[in-house]
Nanobody
Framework: QVQLVESGGGLVQAGGSLRLSCAAS?????MGWFRQAPGKEREFVSA????????RYADSVKGRFTISRDSAKNTVYLQMNSLKPEDTALYYC?????????????????WGQGTQVTVSS
């Protein structure tokens, strides 16, 4: 069983930055971040393979967001820069046992409770 606990969300002005953290316990091969805005489907943001740190990003966040992991702390991070109002959403951390960096919610086996990110214009 994998447990995931997110933190780091908040309210920020457009152009600002936030760093999300996800502390994980249990075995997993890949971790990802997804987000869901009100009335919209959950969408892929980024993913990282735990062992070799191969990363993947949605086109909408490339060049602005950076995913990383700290193996010693069993924590994955999402550094979000140049935030835009359209980045406003509930951000979820997810983990999967497979080694590929999946982009569909159904690719992931475990989910955190979510952390809210709100970007004001």
């Amino acid at each position: 069983q994998v447990q995931l606990v997110e933190s780091g969300g908040g309210l920020v002005q457009a152009g600002g930055s936030l760093r999300l953290s996800c502390a994980a316990s249990g075995q997993r091969s890949t971790m990802g971040w997804f987000r869901q805005a009100p009335g919209k489907e959950r969408e892929f943001v980024s993913a990282i393979s735990w062992s070799v740190a191969i990363t993947r990003y949605a086109d909408s966040v490339k060049g602005r967001f950076t995913i990383s992991r700290d193996s010693a702390k069993n924590t994955v991070y999402l550094q979000m820069n140049s935030l835009k109002p359209e980045d406003t959403a509930l951000y979820y951390c997810a983990a999967r046992l497979g080694i590929s960096t999946g982009i569909r919610p159904s690719d992931y086996d475990y989910w955190g409770q979510g952390t809210q990110v709100t970007v004001s214009s």
